[in-house]
């Protein structure tokens, strides 16, 4: 007796915990994930391992939900046997049996976890990760299972028409369009066209450190030649800190008032910003950008801080590639050695980065985490601050250090290594 009561009360955690895990697990974002990779608990390293392979952690819950349901019930129906109610008559036994199975699966296996889950996510992860890696342990393989038959009738009902497929099936058309004419640009665009739908802001920023602003002390003298040295034709304008945001200056407001003297109140010229968060859709971003006719928006991190700038540009590039103007550097530090060693700049968006090596867009996605960039990626892979001439691979990939400034990676060469490719 006391064995199978232990044994229900460890059902009941299970159910409790696992049920839960299914709302917590799945509700977290990037930047929740971002966070924990900073944290050295072991908790977050669970819990970014489970989620390496979200598809497979789900099948691996449902199939231990269902098992411990299925415990509860037989072990209920063991544990209140018509001994314990002498006078009672069957029927009387069999509803009270009923009801008490009802309110453990209702109650402990439904609402409560879930609704937990659902108000502190992250927390409910923490707490429910050690025994969902139990579970995960115990039922991967019937989830792996489930979860390749899943795929077949997918397969079969030809309901695969996600992002991957369509960018597959361009590669396939354009291959075979390509004797024809069909040009790299414009397979590379239709990617763009393609994967549209999905990036985000911080994908296509510009990051804090590539962003050129001016401070709302200086005077009008400097302000004019700090505008005559950046040339570009809007600027954040910032109060001690980039952090602090003040408005926007567009260079053509300032024309009017060349001849000015130096102690002219140009900051009257200041205009609204408009702030965006990090996680927006790029295409929800340009129905911003049309409706209130600009093209200039700051991009603020979960803090409310400064974390870059994105453009009208910033958003068509993503379609057509690098867009150079009379203002652009003609030489890019992006350079293709041979077939399989490039030489990239760390800033480069790793989508740009794969155009250049002629390797499908989404070749990293198992391994960037929430990086965006190629020294984003390194530093994903390294776990630490590279230093010079240090070299670090994943797959076919090697990674070589070339420039670190400030922490920063400035350059990295890129092999491929045909052989695993």
């Known amino acids: 007796m006391l064995i199978l009561s232990l044994m229900l009360l460890s059902c009941i955690m299970m159910l409790f915990m696992n049920s839960g895990g299914e709302i917590a697990f799945f509700s977290l ?76 699966l209702l109650l402990v296996g439904e609402f409560l976890p879930k609704v937990w889950a659902s108000h502190n996510p992250m927390r409910f992860a923490f707490y429910a990760s050690w025994m969902v890696r139990l579970n995960y342990t115990l039922f991967r393989l019937p989830g792996k299972w489930l979860t390749a038959l899943s795929r077949k009738v997918e397969h079969a009902l030809g309901w695969e028409n996600g992002k991957r497929d369509r960018l597959h099936q361009i590669d396939e058309v354009m291959s075979v369009e390509e004797g024809e004419g069909s040009s790299e640009e414009e397979k590379n665009m239709l990617k763009g066209i393609a994967a549209f739908g999905d990036v985000t802001v911080r994908r296509a920023m510009r990051s804090r450190l590539d962003v050129q602003g001016v401070e709302e002390s200086v005077n009008f003298e400097d302000l004019k030649k700090s505008v005559g040295e950046q040339q570009y034709s809007r600027f954040p304008v910032f109060k001690g800190s980039l952090d602090t945001i003040a408005g926007m200056l567009h260079a053509k407001d300032i024309i009017p008032y060349l001849n000015m003297p130096g102690d002219f ?157």
């Not at 490039?342 to 499908?360: N, Q, R, T, W, Y």
């Open 265 to 421: 109140d140009w900051k009257k010229l200041i205009r609204p910003a408009f702030f965006i968060h990090e996680q927006m859709l790029v295409k929800d971003l340009l129905k911003e950008f049309q409706s209130r006719q600009t093209h200039f928006a700051i991009v603020v991190d979960e803090f409310g801080g400064t974390d870059g700038i994105i453009t009208m540009e910033d958003i068509l590039e993503e379609i057509v590639g690098d867009i150079r103007d009379e203002y652009d550097e003609e030489e890019s530090l992006n350079i293709r050695l041979d077939e399989n060693n490039f030489i990239v700049e760390g800033k480069i968006m790793i989508s740009d980065a794969c155009k250049l090596m002629h390797v499908p867009v989404r070749v990293f996605d198992d391994i960037r985490g929430g990086s965006e960039t190629m020294a984003g990626l390194v530093l994903e892979i390294a776990g630490e601050i590279p230093q010079l001439n240090q070299v670090f691979t994943a797959r076919e990939f090697t990674f070589t250090i070339l420039e670190v400034n400030f922490n920063r990676i400035q350059k990295l060469k890129v092999t491929i290594d045909p052989t695993k490719a």
């Open 29 to 104: 974002g990037i930047t929740d994930l971002k966070s924990m990779r900073q944290k050295r608990y072991p908790s977050a390293s669970h819990i970014l391992k489970l989620l390496s392979d979200p598809s497979l952690l789900l099948s691996s819950m449902l199939v231990g939900n269902l098992f411990y349901r299925i415990m509860i019930i037989l072990l209920c129906n063991q544990l209140l046997t018509p001994a314990l109610f002498p006078n009672w008559p069957v029927w009387t036994i069999f509803i009270f049996r009923v009801m008490c199975v009802l309110v453990v």
